[in-house]
C-alpha cells in the first residue's frame, strides 16, 4: 500500500562504519528529493537522535561524497538508546522535526534500533545493511564488505614479498567479528597456506601437518589467516602456540585492524549501496515498514528486520572447500 502522506524521513548511520555509507546516504537523499520528500540527517547514530543532533540535508550535503570512506553523518554506539527512556526521547525528537520514517544504515545493532522504534512508537523504518562483516542474512553482501575484502587482500599483497624475502611464517588477523567471510575470501584471494575462521575450527594438529605439508613442497612463504572472534583465540595466541611445535620458524604477526574499515569503497560496494538507498526510499513509500533492503541474486529484497539479525548466515561450504584444495 502506498504511503502518500510521506513527506519527511530521516537517514541515520550507526555502529561500525563502513565503506560505502556515505554512497547509501547520498543515494537516501538524491532518491527523496526527487520523489519530493524532505530527508533529514541524524548525526552520530542514536545518540544523536537523543540530542537532537538532526538537520535538514539537501543535494549539496551530498556532493563529492560517493568515493569517501566513513560517513559524513558519523557514527557512535549509544548507551542511552538501550533504555526505554533514551528511545523515547529520540522519538520525541523525531517527532519535533515532523520525521515520519527512518532509514538506518548498519549492522545487526543499527537495526535492532531501528525494530525499537517501529515496535515501542509506530516508527516506519527500513533497515540498510552496512557493515564489513556481512553476517546479516537477507542480502548477499553488505555495504563495506566488498571494500574491506579488497583491502585485506592488498596488505596481504605486500606482506607476503617480506614473507619471500626472509622465508618468514606470518599470521595475519583480519576483522569480522565472530564470522569468517572476509576471512576466507581473503584466504581464496591471496592464496594463503591455511585460513582459520569461526565457523570451522581447525585443531593446532592440522595446521601444523598442512604448514609440514608446505614446507616439504619448498613453498617460499606461508601466510595463515586468522578471522578475529575464533574459538581457538587471535593470530597472536595461534602463532604462539605453533611457535612452541615449530621453533624452526621465523614467525610474525600482523593485526590488519581497523584500516579494513577505511578507505575508498569499491566500485562493487559503490552500486550496492546506490541501490539499496532507493530501494529504501522507495520500499518506505510503499509502506514496507521494520523490513531491511538487500540484494539476493541481483535482486531488491525485503527481509523482516528480526529475520535478518537473528538468522545465522554462514560462510559457504565451498568457499571453505576452495581454500582447503588451493592451499595445498
Given at each position: 500500500m502506498e504511503n502518500k502522506?510521506?513527506?519527511?524521513?530521516?537517514?541515520?548511520?550507526?555502529?561500525?562504519?563502513?565503506?560505502?555509507?556515505?554512497?547509501?546516504?547520498?543515494?537516501?537523499?538524491?532518491?527523496?528529493?526527487?520523489?519530493?520528500?524532505?530527508?533529514?540527517?541524524?548525526?552520530?547514530?542514536?545518540?544523536?537522535?537523543?540530542?537532537?543532533?538532526?538537520?535538514?540535508?539537501?543535494?549539496?550535503?551530498?556532493?563529492?561524497?560517493?568515493?569517501?570512506?566513513?560517513?559524513?553523518?558519523?557514527?557512535?554506539?549509544?548507551?542511552?538508546?538501550?533504555?526505554?527512556?533514551?528511545?523515547?526521547?529520540?522519538?520525541?525528537?523525531?517527532?519535533?522535526?515532523?520525521?515520519?520514517a527512518l532509514v538506518v544504515i548498519g549492522g545487526d545493532g543499527s537495526l535492532t534500533g531501528a525494530h525499537l522504534l517501529f515496535e515501542e512508537f509506530g516508527v516506519p523504518s527500513i533497515g540498510i545493511p552496512g557493515t564489513i562483516d556481512n553476517d546479516l542474512s537477507g542480502t548477499d553482501s553488505t555495504i563495506g564488505f566488498?571494500?574491506?575484502?579488497?583491502?585485506?587482500?592488498?596488505?596481504?599483497?605486500?606482506?607476503?614479498?617480506?614473507?619471500?624475502?626472509?622465508?618468514?611464517?606470518?599470521?595475519?588477523?583480519?576483522?569480522?567479528?565472530?564470522?569468517?567471510?572476509?576471512?576466507?575470501?581473503?584466504?581464496i584471494g591471496s592464496g594463503a597456506a591455511a585460513t582459520l575462521i569461526p565457523e570451522r575450527k581447525m585443531p593446532i594438529e592440522n595446521l601444523i601437518k598442512r604448514l609440514n605439508i608446505r614446507a616439504?613442497?619448498?613453498?617460499?612463504?606461508?601466510?595463515?589467516?586468522?578471522?578475529?572472534?575464533?574459538k581457538s583465540g587471535g593470530a597472536l595466541e595461534i602463532a604462539q602456540k605453533v611457535k612452541t611445535i615449530l621453533p624452526q620458524y621465523d614467525i610474525k604477526v600482523t593485526i590488519l585492524g581497523h584500516l579494513q574499515r577505511g578507505g575508498s569503497p569499491s566500485s562493487f560496494d559503490r552500486v550496492l549501496a546506490s541501490k539499496l538507498g532507493l530501494a529504501a526510499v522507495e520500499g518506505l513509500m510503499h509502506g514496507k515498514y521494520d523490513v531491511m533492503a538487500g540484494v539476493i541474486n541481483n535482486k531488491i529484497v525485503y527481509t523482516p528486520i528480526k529475520k535478518a539479525i537473528v538468522d545465522d548466515k554462514e560462510v559457504d561450504d565451498d568457499d571453505f572447500r576452495i581454500a582447503k584444495i588451493l592451499s595445498t
Amino acid at each position: 500500500m502506498e504511503n502518500k502522506s510521506l513527506s519527511k524521513i530521516g537517514v541515520l548511520t550507526s555502529g561500525g562504519d563502513a565503506p560505502g555509507m556515505n554512497a547509501a546516504i547520498r543515494a537516501v537523499v538524491r532518491s527523496a528529493m526527487y520523489y519530493n520528500i524532505e530527508v533529514y540527517g541524524i548525526y552520530r547514530g542514536y545518540e544523536g537522535m537523543i540530542t537532537n543532533d538532526i538537520k535538514k540535508l539537501d543535494t549539496k550535503n551530498v556532493a563529492y561524497i560517493l568515493e569517501r570512506g566513513g560517513t559524513f553523518l558519523k557514527s557512535a554506539r549509544s548507551a542511552a538508546f538501550r533504555t526505554p527512556e533514551g528511545r523515547k526521547a529520540a522519538y520525541d525528537n523525531l517527532q519535533k522535526h515532523g520525521i515520519q520514517a527512518l532509514v538506518v544504515i548498519g549492522g545487526d545493532g543499527s537495526l535492532t534500533g531501528a525494530h525499537l522504534l517501529f515496535e515501542e512508537f509506530g516508527v516506519p523504518s527500513i533497515g540498510i545493511p552496512g557493515t564489513i562483516d556481512n553476517d546479516l542474512s537477507g542480502t548477499d553482501s553488505t555495504i563495506g564488505f566488498d571494500t574491506a575484502c579488497n583491502t585485506a587482500i592488498q596488505a596481504i599483497d605486500k606482506i607476503r614479498n617480506t614473507a619471500s624475502s626472509h622465508d618468514r611464517l606470518f599470521f595475519v588477523e583480519v576483522m569480522g567479528r565472530d564470522a569468517g567471510f572476509i576471512a576466507i575470501n581473503a584466504g581464496i584471494g591471496s592464496g594463503a597456506a591455511a585460513t582459520l575462521i569461526p565457523e570451522r575450527k581447525m585443531p593446532i594438529e592440522n595446521l601444523i601437518k598442512r604448514l609440514n605439508i608446505r614446507a616439504k613442497a619448498k613453498k617460499q612463504s606461508n601466510i595463515v589467516i586468522v578471522a578475529e572472534g575464533g574459538k581457538s583465540g587471535g593470530a597472536l595466541e595461534i602463532a604462539q602456540k605453533v611457535k612452541t611445535i615449530l621453533p624452526q620458524y621465523d614467525i610474525k604477526v600482523t593485526i590488519l585492524g581497523h584500516l579494513q574499515r577505511g578507505g575508498s569503497p569499491s566500485s562493487f560496494d559503490r552500486v550496492l549501496a546506490s541501490k539499496l538507498g532507493l530501494a529504501a526510499v522507495e520500499g518506505l513509500m510503499h509502506g514496507k515498514y521494520d523490513v531491511m533492503a538487500g540484494v539476493i541474486n541481483n535482486k531488491i529484497v525485503y527481509t523482516p528486520i528480526k529475520k535478518a539479525i537473528v538468522d545465522d548466515k554462514e560462510v559457504d561450504d565451498d568457499d571453505f572447500r576452495i581454500a582447503k584444495i588451493l592451499s595445498t
